[in-house]
């Protein structure tokens, strides 16, 4: 994979950060989460994560096959779980937000769509220790079960394929696989795990893949 610029490469790592830090507290305060900026190749990042871990942007879909579109809706049937998706972005001072509301789940506008050729979509939902965030209940998913997703051009279904709780150093570690805008067309959903009564230390991470 070719290196990107310090833009790109900042952009990735305020993401991926942001992803880090998912879970909200008994007040469901929200704060907008940022990220310094990427240090020297090879060093760790502010979010734990190498600054080389950079994956490159989707090629532009040139067939009628793939429909990518913008997200929004999720659906998880074996849930109950049927939330509204709103796109997130970096602000002007380089800051990714969340949705404030933790019933509202995120997708990173700067990545892939759902139904794109190639590349992770990823959408993100806060946890809530004490209850009330949509993704609250995200580990319960398993391999085989269903996740739709409503564009503003038709109805994609997903199948799992992984659930998995990752600490900061695996998640590290599976990022450029997990994230990558460059390889399989995967939906990758995200929020927070493992409360020690402070802060979250590690995320709950889903790829189901186009049915």
């Known amino acids: 994979m070719r290196p990107l610029n310090a833009r790109a490469a900042a952009r990735w790592t305020t993401v991926v950060g942001a992803l880090l830090a998912l879970g909200v507290g008994t007040t469901m305060a929200v704060t907008t989460l940022r990220v310094e900026p990427p240090p ?3 060093s760790a990042s502010a979010s734990g994560l190498p600054s080389s871990i950079v994956p490159q942007r ?3 879909t040139r067939t009628t096959t793939h429909r990518p579109g913008r997200p929004v809706e999720v659906r998880l049937p074996s849930l109950g779980v049927r939330a509204p998706v709103v796109a997130v972005g970096l602000a002007a001072d380089g800051t990714l937000a969340p949705p404030a509301d933790p019933r ?3 997708w990173w506008r700067g990545g892939a769509r759902p139904g794109s050729r190639h590349g992770a979509a990823v959408l993100a939902g806060h946890t809530v220790h004490d209850g009330g965030g949509v993704f609250d209940d995200l580990a319960a998913l398993a391999a085989g079960d269903l996740v739709e997703v409503a564009t503003a051009r038709r109805a994609l279904a997903f199948t799992v394929r992984s659930v998995r ?3 900061r150093a695996e998640l590290a570690a599976r990022a450029a696989r997990l994230f990558s805008a460059v390889g399989a067309p995967d939906l990758v959903l995200v929020t927070c795990t493992d409360w ?3 802060r979250y230390r590690g ?3 889903v790829v189901a893949r186009s049915r």
Do not use: F, S
Request: glycine fraction near 22%; hydrophobic fraction near 30%.
């Open 196 to 198: 020690d009564g402070e």
């Open 40 to 42: 020297a190749p090879g």
């Open 203 to 205: 995320n709950t991470v």
């Open 58 to 60: 989707p090629p532009p």
């Open 165 to 167: 709780d990752l600490g």
């Open 104 to 106: 509202l789940v995120g």
